[in-house]
């Protein structure tokens, strides 16, 4: 059964970095898939952050990539967000996911001094 | 990049009835399109990949179709679980991008 699993710090400042890993379980990503980071503010709809395949090939929402990046440690079977620069307003529930599934179960990042 | 779009946002339904959920692409993604449901406080759920492919373990009473540009999700008999929020995503372009949602609930 594939399971994945978010961890990182759930209060961060303004202009500092978030940063979270997903830890993947009962599926090698060298496999196959591509692997995305999904956030969700609070009361809203979700957002696709971005994605990275085995391969390390990434692919990032335009309206977050400035500030995004993405990255795979194959040999830990976890990939990684860091998003620079954080406002307000990127206090969210991120989520790890595998395209086509499944899902972590989310973390909340919350943006404040 | 693709755009979803969802239709309705809002649907009200009594248990037994049979309801449908449209998703919109701005452009076509072939059959590369998903949905998802989501309850308060909790990750979304894969339902279908695939346009039509049902997730493991998901009654047989949720079906997806459509192809290119628009899909449907549709349940054929609501149950007392079912009222969520339904999110389409597409995974064709590398850009994946999900729908507004839309949320079901009790009429």
């Known amino acids: 059964q594939v399971q994945l699993q978010e961890s990182g710090p759930g209060l961060v400042k303004p202009s500092e970095t978030l940063s979270l890993t997903c830890s993947v379980s009962?599926?090698?990503?060298?496999?196959?898939?591509?692997w995305g980071w999904i956030r969700q503010p609070p009361g809203k709809g979700l957002e696709w952050i971005g994605s990275i395949y085995h391969s390390g090939s990434t692919h990032y929402n335009p309206s977050l990539e400035s500030r995004v990046t993405i990255s795979v440690d194959t040999s830990k079977n976890q990939f990684s967000l860091k998003l620079t620069s954080v406002v307000a307003a990127d206090t969210a529930i991120y989520y790890c996911a595998r395209v086509e599934g499944p899902w972590g179960q989310g973390t909340l990042v919350t943006v404040s001094s | 990049d693709i755009q979803m779009t969802q239709s309705p946002s809002t649907l009200s339904a009594s248990v037994g009835d049979r309801v449908s959920i449209t998703c919109r692409a701005s452009?076509?993604?072939?059959?590369?399109l998903a949905w998802f449901q989501q309850k308060p406080g909790k990750a979304p759920k894969l339902l279908i990949y695939?346009?039509?492919t049902l997730e493991s373990g998901v009654p047989s009473r949720f079906s997806g179709d459509g192809s290119g540009t628009e899909f449907t999700l549709t349940i054929s008999s609501l149950q007392p679980d079912d009222f969520a929020t339904y999110y389409c995503?597409?995974?064709?372009?590398?850009?994946?991008?999900f729908g507004p949602g839309t949320k079901v609930d009790i009429k």
């Open positions: 995503q597409q995974y064709n372009s590398y850009r994946f991008t």
């Open positions: 695939k346009t039509s």
């Open positions: 452009q076509s993604v072939n059959s590369w």
């Open positions: 009962g599926y090698s990503i060298s496999s196959g898939y591509y």
